[in-house]
C-alpha cells in the first residue's frame, strides 16, 4: 500500500493516501480533549481578534464527516459557530450567481463556519450526474479559487478537507447504518446508487484536488477507514490553521470590572493584585 506523502507535500490523488492509519482509545480520548480545548480558545480568541474560520468538509458518502462535526461542535458556543448542511440548490438560487447561497452564509467577523459540502459540487456531483455543462465545470476551478482568494484576502481563514474512505469501509459503514434505527435516516438509495459511480467520482475528485489546491487555501486529505483516526487528522488540521499567528491568551479584565468584583465577592488582595497586574500587562 502505498505511504502518505510528507507534510509540506499535498496529496492530490486518492491512491496516495495511506489508508492503513490507526489510533489508539485512549490517545484518541487524550487527543480530542486536548483540540477541543484548542478550538474553545481560537473561538475566544477571535472574538478579540476580529479572524473568522471558514471549514469545508467534503467526502464521500459515510466517510465521517457529521462524526467530526459534532466533536467540533460540542467545544464551541453556538452563538459564534454555525454549521451548514449543503444539498441541492432551490429554485431561487438556481437563477442566481451559482456563489450566492455560499456568499450569504459565510461567517462574519469573529465567527466561525462549518460547510458540511459546499461549492465543489459543482467539479462533483454536477460534474458526475452531468448535471450542468462541461464548459460551466470545468470553468468552476477558476472560479473557486477567485473566489477562496477573495475570502483570504477578506481575513477568512479557509480550511478544507476531505474525508477519504474505500469502496469497501463505505458498504460496512452502509450495512451498520441499515441494521441501526437512529441511523437509518442517513442511508438513502442515492447512497448505493453512487456506488456504481465511484471511479467517476474519483476522477472527478483527483482533478478537483489538483486543480484547487493552493497556497492560501490547500486540501488536506484525510484517511478515513477508522472514524477515529480521522477526527483527529482533521481536527489537527483545522486547529493549526485557525490558530496560526493568533494570541490565545485569555482576554484581561476591564479594571472597573476588577474593582466591582472585589466590593461584591470578598476577593483576596493577594489575588486580586495578580488580577490587576496580569491585566495591566496584558494591555502594555
Known amino acids: 500500500m502505498a505511504k502518505s506523502k510528507p507534510e509540506n507535500e499535498r496529496i492530490t490523488r486518492l491512491r496516495d493516501l495511506d489508508m492503513s492509519q490507526r489510533i489508539g482509545r485512549d490517545k484518541y480520548e487524550e487527543e480530542l480533549l486536548s483540540l477541543q480545548h484548542r478550538l474553545a480558545l481560537v473561538q475566544q480568541a477571535y472574538l478579540f481578534s476580529g479572524d473568522a474560520g471558514v471549514l469545508v468538509f467534503e467526502g464521500w458518502d459515510a466517510a465521517g464527516k457529521g462524526g467530526t462535526i459534532r466533536r467540533i461542535s460540542a467545544a464551541l458556543d453556538p452563538r459564534s459557530f454555525k454549521v451548514w448542511p449543503i444539498a441541492a440548490p432551490r429554485n431561487y438560487y438556481l437563477e442566481r450567481q451559482y456563489f450566492a447561497r455560499f456568499m450569504e452564509r459565510l461567517p462574519p467577523d469573529r465567527a466561525i463556519s462549518v460547510f458540511d459540502r459546499s461549492w465543489y459540487g459543482r467539479v462533483l456531483v454536477e460534474r458526475v450526474e452531468k448535471l450542468t455543462p462541461e464548459s460551466r465545470w470545468r470553468q468552476a476551478y477558476r472560479e473557486i479559487n477567485e473566489f477562496e482568494r477573495m475570502l483570504v ?57 489538483e ?46 470590572v476588577l474593582n466591582a468584583a472585589r466590593d461584591h465577592l470578598d476577593m483576596d488582595d493577594q489575588i486580586f493584585n495578580g488580577l490587576v497586574r496580569e491585566t495591566r500587562g496584558r494591555v502594555e
Do not use: C
Open 153 to 209: 484576502d477578506d481575513g477568512r481563514r479557509v480550511v478544507k478537507l476531505f474525508f477519504h474512505i474505500t469502496p469497501e469501509e463505505q458498504l460496512r459503514r452502509f450495512e451498520s447504518r441499515l441494521m441501526d434505527p437512529l441511523k437509518r435516516w442517513k442511508l438513502s438509495y442515492e447512497d448505493f446508487r453512487n456506488r456504481g459511480k465511484w471511479e467517476a467520482y474519483e476522477e472527478a475528485i483527483d482533478e478537483m484536488l
Open 211 to 256: 486543480k484547487t489546491s493552493t497556497d492560501y487555501a490547500p486540501w488536506h486529505v484525510i484517511p478515513a477507514n477508522q472514524k477515529k483516526f480521522a477526527r483527529i487528522a482533521a481536527m489537527k488540521k483545522i486547529v493549526k490553521a485557525l490558530e496560526k499567528d493568533v494570541d490565545l491568551s485569555p482576554p484581561h479584565l476591564d479594571e472597573a
